[in-house]
């Protein structure tokens, strides 16, 4: 386990542990392939089975409580770094990771996805328990073996990219707060300190519901 640690570059930090009320998984096990697989496995259910350009998208933030999370330069994500100092280790605490769902019209299970991402969120102290993740995935009718199995293709790597493809897309978005609503690649709408900015077309459902289907009917 430890060997697999240091390949993926990561530095498994120790966070205090919260119970967890489920009575539907009473295992107390661990993840064996550590925190890498925490982030891909929520990235993964961001990111798989949809299509790159989605009709409407929302972007949120997904914050990870980590008391000393080390990217070491051997990362894939660091080696992404065009600045001087990439070679560098980068140091986090605390910091908040960009996740990006994608919520299509096309797309019926899109909201079991998000769903499953913001189950693991509401405990992200726990990532990466096993219980957990078994839990939000029964609890969102998500396979868990075909997360096991994604995870761990090419010692993680293949998920791995799904999260990173994920997180640049964000950024390339201009995506800079949680939530944001775009539609037709456009910033649509933003949820910003409890309230709704930013939207020219109105925050309400209706609202939205009428844009979606001027688009549909124009496409």
């Known amino acids: 386990m430890e060997e697999k640690r240091l390949m993926a570059g990561l530095v498994e930090p120790t966070v205090e542990r919260r119970p967890y009320a489920s009575s539907t998984v009473r295992r107390r096990l661990r993840l064996r392939f550590g925190y890498v697989a925490a982030l891909i496995l929520i ?18 933030w997904s914050p990870l409580a980590t008391k000393e999370l080390v990217w070491q330069a051997k990362t894939p994500i660091s080696k ?6 990439a070679s560098r280790p980068v140091h986090t605490s605390g910091r908040l990771v960009p996740l990006e769902a994608h919520i299509m019209s096309k797309c019926p299970d899109a909201l079991i996805y998000l769903g499953f991402t913001l189950c693991i969120s509401r405990e992200y102290d726990r990532i990466p328990d096993r219980e957990l ?57 933003i949820r910003d300190d409890g309230e709704w900015k930013d939207c020219p077309s109105g925050p309400g459902v209706h609202d939205l519901i009428v844009n979606v289907e001027k688009l549909y009917r124009r496409n």
């Not at 992404?80 to 100092?85: A, I, Q």
């Open 43 to 60: 990235g993964l259910t961001v990111v798989m089975f949809l299509q790159p350009e989605p009709l409407l998208e929302v972007s949120t």
């Open 80 to 85: 992404l770094d065009p600045k001087p100092d």
């Open 133 to 189: 993740i078994e839990g939000c995935a029964l609890e969102h009718a998500v396979d868990f073996a075909a997360l096991n199995e994604c995870a761990t293709r090419d010692d993680g790597q293949y998920a791995m990219n799904l999260l990173r493809d994920s997180v640049q897309h964000t950024a390339a978005a201009g995506v800079t707060k949680s939530c944001t609503v775009r539609l037709d690649s456009k910033i649509y709408c």
